[in-house]
């Protein structure tokens, strides 16, 4: 990846649990994979929260999903960063991104943008031979998006009401993250939100911290095997 591709971004945070020291090696191989390095207080790992109870939230992993990516904003607000990329640590990048990082940066440097879904599940058709489009609708992930310092403390206020409500609130209560994002794109249009076209970021398949386990992922034998599966299936998409 392009030094040009780093340098537009102010922050590149990746929220990992300290114990996933798993997907901490997986993330730096993806990272290597594309020639960027972690430089502390540039890109580096955000150590994510596990609260003891989920409180209003629908599971616990969903309340610290949710109160991580709040506190990288937060943190980014604080610090005056003005395009910040956050990243969650089972993202893999698409194969095409090394060699069209230098075109995304161009493309970039002339669009107006306040959110930016690098990744998604979107079927979207390229428009026009650019690699970003406008999208108004809801955009069920966030493993690997960028907020721009215009949006930054009214999201971090909106996200701070979110946690405060009751479950259900109209307004919108304790939810998943990537539908708090997208509640907030809803009731504030002037957000301009822009999507990469096709998607340049994907999960990998690996063992949930938001979700019940699978028993597959409980039983000490049999998640060793789903585990070496998982890494298979990784290396072959």
Known sequence: MSNKFIEYFDQISI?????????????????????????????????????EDKGKFPNIGARGCFMSHLAVLKKAQQDGVSRLLVMEDDLALEKCWSSKSRELVVELEETDWDILYFGHELNLEQFSGKNFCEFNSNIP???????????????????????????????????????????????????????????????RASKTDIHTLSWFDRLPVIKTCVGILRKVKNQLN
């Open 15 to 51: 929220i990992n649990l300290p114990y996933r020291r798993d997907r901490q090696k997986e993330m730096i191989h993806e990272l290597d994979n594309v020639q960027m390095e972690l430089v502390s207080g540039h890109i580096d790992f955000f150590e994510a929260c596990r609260p």
């Open 141 to 203: 992930l966030t493993h690997f998006f960028a907020v721009h310092s215009r949006v930054i403390p009214r999201l971090v206020n909106f996200l701070e009401l979110v946690a405060s409500r009751e479950a259900g609130d109209p307004e919108g209560g304790p939810m998943h993250v990537d539908g708090a994002i997208s509640t907030f794109r809803l009731q504030n249009p002037d957000v301009k939100t822009i999507v990469a076209s096709p998607s340049l970021g994907a999960q």
